[in-house]
C-alpha cells in the first residue's frame, strides 16, 4: 500500500468531470505558474497557513515553535505543534499524508452519488504525477470498483510516467499554459515538450481528453500565441474540447498566510465577455470550446 500527500478531498464536486465527483487534491506541483491559485499546493509536504485576523497576539505558538519560524518569519518545518496550541483557529495546517486506502475510503461514501449522477472521482492537484505510484493504486481500485476516473494535471513528467498512470484513468483534463517553450519556462519555471508530447500520447492512443486554457492577460493571449496554440491543437485527431478558463485572482489572498508574495500585481479579474472574441477564433478553425 502506497502512501501521498493530499491538501483536499471535496465530496459532490460539479466541475472536475462528469457528473457529481469526489476530487482528490495531491499535494506537490513541479510548475511555479505566476498566477497559481492554490499556492499551498506547491509544496510537497504539510504546511501551516496563517489567519492573521484571527490572531489576538497571546505568543502560545511561539513557545512550542521548534524552529523558531514564527518569530524569524522563516525555517518552518511544518510539525504542526502551532497548530494544537492556538485555540483561536488562527494558524491551520494544509496538507496530509494518506494511505491510498485511507483516500479509497472517502471515494467510496460517495459511489452511489456517482452511479446516479454518472460521476466519480477526479485525481487533482497541485500535480498527481509527481506521485504516480500513488494516483495508480488509486485509480487502479476505482476501475475495480467500476468509478469513472478523470486525471486533471499540467501533464509535465516523462513521457513513461504519464503513459503508465494514463492507462487507468477514462479522461483527462490537461493544461495548456502556454505553446511557446520559452514563455512556458519564464512563466511556469519548466520547459512544454513533454507536456506537448503527452497530448499526443492521449491523441494516439485514444485516450478522451479535453484542453484546459488559462488566459492571463499580457501573457499567454497574443494573437500569435492562440493562432500557434490552434495549429498544433488542429494535427490531433480526437474529440476533444478546448476550455477557456478566464484569469482571476481569488487566490491571491492564500499567498500571505502562507509567507508568499502575489506575483500578478494588480491584475483584474478577466471577464468571460472578453474572451468571445478568442472562442470565435477557435471556432473559425473547426475546433470545439467553451468559456468556463
Not at 452519488?113 to 454518472?118: A, E, F, L, P
Not at 515538450?193 to 479535453?210: G, V
Amino acid at each position: 500500500m502506497t502512501s501521498g500527500y493530499v491538501f483536499d478531498i471535496q465530496n459532490c464536486s460539479m466541475h472536475d468531470g462528469p457528473g457529481l465527483r469526489t476530487t482528490v487534491f495531491f499535494k506537490g506541483c513541479p510548475l511555479r505558474c505566476l498566477w497559481c491559485a492554490n499556492p499551498e499546493s506547491q509544496l510537497q509536504r504539510p504546511q501551516v497557513m496563517f489567519y492573521a485576523d484571527k490572531c489576538v497576539g497571546c505568543g502560545e505558538c511561539v513557545k512550542v515553535c521548534e524552529s523558531g519560524a514564527i518569530t524569524s518569519g522563516k525555517g518552518c518545518i511544518g510539525c504542526g505543534n502551532c497548530v494544537k496550541a492556538c485555540i483561536h483557529n488562527a494558524r491551520k495546517m494544509v496538507g496530509k499524508l494518506m494511505t491510498s486506502e485511507e483516500v479509497l475510503q472517502e471515494i467510496r461514501k460517495d459511489k452511489l452519488i456517482y452511479d446516479r449522477s454518472g460521476g466519480g472521482v477526479t485525481l487533482s492537484g497541485g500535480e498527481v504525477l509527481m506521485q504516480p505510484d500513488f494516483a495508480i493504486e488509486i485509480l487502479e481500485a476505482c476501475q475495480k470498483e467500476k468509478i469513472h476516473t478523470v486525471l486533471d494535471t499540467t501533464a509535465f513528467c516523462r513521457p513513461e510516467i504519464f503513459e503508465q498512470v494514463a492507462r487507468h484513468i477514462d479522461l483527462a483534463y490537461v493544461d495548456m499554459k502556454s505553446i511557446d517553450n520559452d514563455l512556458h519556462k519564464k512563466y511556469t519555471a519548466v520547459d512544454n515538450t513533454w507536456i506537448l508530447h503527452n497530448f499526443q500520447y492521449l491523441d494516439a492512443n485514444k485516450i478522451p481528453f479535453a484542453v484546459r486554457m488559462p488566459i492571463i492577460p499580457g501573457y499567454n493571449d497574443s494573437d500569435t500565441m492562440i493562432w500557434e496554440t490552434i495549429e498544433f491543437l488542429k494535427k490531433l485527431k480526437s474529440d476533444f474540447i478546448v476550455c477557456l478558463l478566464p484569469f482571476h485572482a481569488y487566490g491571491k489572498s492564500k499567498y500571505e498566510k502562507i509567507g508568499m508574495q502575489w506575483p500578478m500585481g494588480n491584475l483584474p479579474n478577466l471577464d468571460r465577455k472578453n474572451l468571445e472574441p478568442m472562442k470565435e477564433k477557435f471556432e473559425r478553425a473547426g475546433l470545439k470550446v467553451m468559456i468556463q
